[in-house]
């Protein structure tokens, strides 16, 4: 594979001029962060981010509030995203966890050394190495250049890393890719991050993404060639 012929922070610079500042995240709460990848099945951002209000207004957030509420209150939240029973089980799964592993007390893991910090994390429903990572970002609680499935489709196609049979070894590839030129503060690992996961979703889209209009192209291995 040709290496990538941008620097990671030129890339990220280009998003930003290209997209402006990025979005704040959802959330900078352990819980809060879980509960919002859980709120709606395959919901949009847009969805998603009204069900998350809407839980908080209506239920809340904490975990004995989620327990004590009605299946059907919670599965109409979830009806943001296409299975709302299941969303709603996740989200009582969700707060029993909490609740009963972790005394209503998830900041406290943070706190732990990071790989029992991410086992913990990886108790919860929709959480593998890839949310515990980014949970542990977005907290600020471990500066790890976290990435989401569109922001680790855009490293491979820039050329930082090549895409693996196995999402987890292509996941570490282009981490390890990236490392050595890695800003150190949270502020701009989460602007990366936030960056590169926008720039996956609305340009550098799984299927047809439109180059003809990206900001990086000239410096992209598969744009290049298209
Ligand atoms: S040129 Fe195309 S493939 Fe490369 S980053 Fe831009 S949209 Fe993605």
């Known amino acids: 594979m040709k290496p990538a012929t941008i620097t990671f922070s030129k890339l990220v610079d280009k998003l930003q001029q290209h997209y402006g500042a990025p979005a704040p995240p959802p959330s900078t709460d352990?819980?809060?962060?879980?509960?919002?990848?859980?709120?709606?099945?395959l919901a949009s951002d847009k969805r998603r981010a009204e069900a998350f209000a809407t839980l908080k207004q209506e239920i809340g957030t904490r975990p004995e509030q989620i327990l004590a509420a009605q299946h059907s209150a919670l599965a109409a939240i979830g009806k943001a995203g296409i299975l709302p029973?299941?969303?709603a089980e996740k989200l009582l799964s969700i707060a029993k966890i909490v609740f009963e592993e972790f005394d209503s007390d998830l900041r406290s893991v943070l706190k732990r050394p990071v790989p029992q910090a991410k086992k913990a994390?990886?108790?919860f429903p929709s959480i593998g190495d890839p949310?515990?990572?980014?949970?542990?970002?977005l907290t600020r609680s471990y500066p790890v250049m976290a990435l989401d499935s569109n922001g680790l489709?855009?490293?491979?196609?820039?050329?930082?890393?090549?895409?693996?049979?196995?999402?987890?070894?292509?996941?570490?590839?282009?981490?390890?890719?990236?490392?050595?030129q890695l800003p150190r503060d949270y502020d701009s690992l989460i602007r990366a991050h936030q960056l590169l996961r926008q720039?996956?979703?609305?340009?550098?889209?799984?299927?047809?993404?439109?180059c003809a209009e990206c900001?990086?192209?000239?410096?992209c291995n598969y744009g290049r060639k298209v």
């Open 30 to 41: 352990p819980l809060e962060l879980i509960i919002w990848e859980n709120v709606g099945y």
């Open 85 to 87: 029973d299941v969303s």
């Open 121 to 123: 994390l990886k108790r």
């Open 131 to 137: 949310g515990a990572e980014k949970i542990l970002l």
């Open 153 to 180: 489709r855009v490293l491979c196609r820039v050329g930082f890393a090549e895409e693996q049979k196995n999402y987890s070894a292509t996941y570490r590839l282009a981490q390890d890719a990236v490392h050595g």
């Open 199 to 210: 720039h996956g979703q609305e340009l550098c889209k799984r299927s047809e993404p439109r």
């Open 215 to 219: 900001p990086v192209r000239n410096g």
